[in-house]
């Protein structure tokens, strides 16, 4: 089948933009992996919840939708307190804390769906002409459309990214959250807080979410089985952009959502969902190779 060059851009484009919405949703799930040693699906949750949260705040009580922030990031920050509170009393290890997200990402579904429906919920055709109206590119594109909604969410990602890398590797706490990551009880003997720097980078992270979810009630209808639909593209920009990178996170799920959507062109879209793992796949089986590579060139360096 021919694609027009148009198409294949705008596609592309699309796909980005979407890569952002998704590196969003994965840059709380890498920073608490990566430094926490957490895999939180219930992150997943939390995006929904801050979805869901959002929707009835504007739907039902007609607050403007960057005003819901006010509510949801500081909730959502004391609820990462909590979960980390919990995971610490009870000296969980890493898989104790998998089953327990795991489970919370299982009844967080059942309670999204007992408190708001199954229904799909869509709250574009409340919102104003702002959010839904394209806007064309300047020259030399103006071919390509974006949703201002689009243009949020990147936004979005690159503020919260790109201040939790600054954060990460340019400040005091930063550096004291990678000494933990590199051995907790050496951080503390240095003098670093464990607990309180545990916590608020949970909180931190669970915070991301409610940004996150607010995107997605703009951007797209609400159903509580979406983080099953998520959970695919997350987790391999998750792992492709390197545990605790964020902005890794985020340029992997771009890469991703641009793979998966030209895919759709030219394949079934129904198998783009399998996109996402084949790349994650192929980036594994080639680190063998490319390790050999590197250690070739430190060699020769060195010689």
Known sequence: MSVSSLALAQT?????????????????????WGHLGVADFFHLSLTLLGAYVTYSLVSEQLWDPFLTLVVTVPVFFVIGVVLQWIFLVLRAEAFTSLLITFALFIVTESAVSMIWSPDLLNLRPMLADSFTTSIRLPEPLPQLAIQPVDLLALVCAVLMVGVSAFALGRTRSGRAVQAMRQDGEIAQTLGVRVVPLTLAVSGLAAATAAVAGMVVA????LSPSLPLQWIGVVVVATMLGGLGRPVGALLAAVAVMMIQNAWSLWFPPQWSPAVAFGVLFLFLAAQPALRLVRESMTARRLA
């Open 12 to 32: 592309l484009l699309n796909g980005a933009l979407l890569g952002c919405l998704f590196g969003s949703i994965a840059l709380g799930l890498s920073v608490k």
């Open 218 to 221: 703009l951007r797209m209808p």
